[in-house]
């Protein structure tokens, strides 16, 4: 499974969304879970969603069911 870092971009290399930028934010203090940002640009984004998970149980799922390698130096 890759690395979760939050509150920082890292590039999609493979998986679910590849060549997408995601940023995976620590909510708990207001919603008590999980956002993940995706984007397709950092500079000029003109594609990208969210979605929100329950805890860090939920967070590592969903990164590891998207089959993601992310670069967190990429961004």
């Known amino acids: ?5 939050l509150e920082r ?3 999609i290399l493979s998986g679910f969304y590849e060549g997408y930028f995601v940023k995976l934010h620590d909510d708990s203090d207001v919603t008590g879970g999980y956002y993940i940002y995706l984007v397709d640009d950092l500079s000029a984004p003109t ?3 969210d979605y ?3 805890d860090w149980a939920a ?3 969903f990164v590891e069911s998207s ?3 992310i670069d967190w130096r990429a961004a």
Request: charged share 35%; proline share 0%.
């Open 1 to 5: 499974m890759t690395s979760i870092e």
């Open 9 to 11: 971009y890292g590039r």
């Open 47 to 49: 594609d990208g969603g």
């Open 52 to 54: 929100w998970v329950e």
């Open 59 to 61: 967070l590592e799922e």
């Open 67 to 69: 089959q993601w390698e």
